[in-house]
């Protein structure tokens, strides 16, 4: 009777370990079917084929939804550049939300505050970079410097936002003219 009360349990035991390491699978399957469709709706949305960045692009939140904030990248890492955000800057990037047909309460926008309001990582500039270089280059050459100049002038108007002391010397710090520079250089052909 002890050896079929010791058989029973142990039995119950391994049934629930299966049933454990099911569920286990089971979530982890379904996590990786979402990130899959995920990463297809945002290579329909985009264009894009490369794998990495697109990966790169779902596991920093652009969805199809929220991929209009990726134009707004730029102007977020030049306001940020100097390692602190003035009140200027955030107001000329929510400007630019409006400006971009942003609503205020759409996902896209709501991912932009949330990168206004901590310094956004350093795989989001790269992520956006693979991306407008994939753009760039399938542009011509004349839609290819009308982008340039409409991103970096964007960027340029928000780093101008704050800089300067009562009106006197450069508006830009030299971190922001860095970046700028850098974001420059996606565009080349």
Excluded at 51 to 59: D, I, N, R
Excluded at 74 to 79: D, E, H, K, M, Q
Excluded at 83 to 96: C, F, K, P, T, Y
Aim: glycine share 6%; hydrophobic share 50%; net charge negative.
């Amino acid at each position: 009777m002890a050896e079929e009360f010791l058989g029973d349990r142990r039995r119950a035991l391994e049934d629930e370990f299966f049933r454990r390491q099911e569920r286990e699978l089971l979530q982890q399957l379904r996590s990786t079917q979402e990130e899959t469709s995920g990463q297809a709706a945002l290579a329909s949305a985009t264009g894009l084929s490369d794998s990495a960045v697109l990966h790169t692009l779902s596991t920093l939140g652009i969805t199809p939804d929220t991929l209009l904030a990726l134009g707004l990248v730029p102007l977020v890492v030049v306001a940020w550049a100097d390692g602190a955000l003035d009140a200027r800057e955030r107001q000329a990037i929510v400007s630019g939300l409006s400006a971009a047909g942003l609503a205020a309460d759409s996902p896209a926008a709501q991912l932009v505050h949330s990168w206004l309001s901590a310094p956004p990582p350093a795989s989001l500039l790269a992520a956006w970079s693979s991306y407008t270089a994939d753009l760039a280059a399938q542009l011509t050459p004349e839609e290819r410097v009308h982008l340039r100049e409409s991103v970096l002038g964007r960027a340029r108007a928000v780093a101008e936002a704050a800089g300067g002391f009562l009106g006197f010397g450069s508006r830009i710090s030299s971190a922001e003219e860095a970046l700028l520079q850098q974001l420059a250089t996606v565009f080349a052909a």
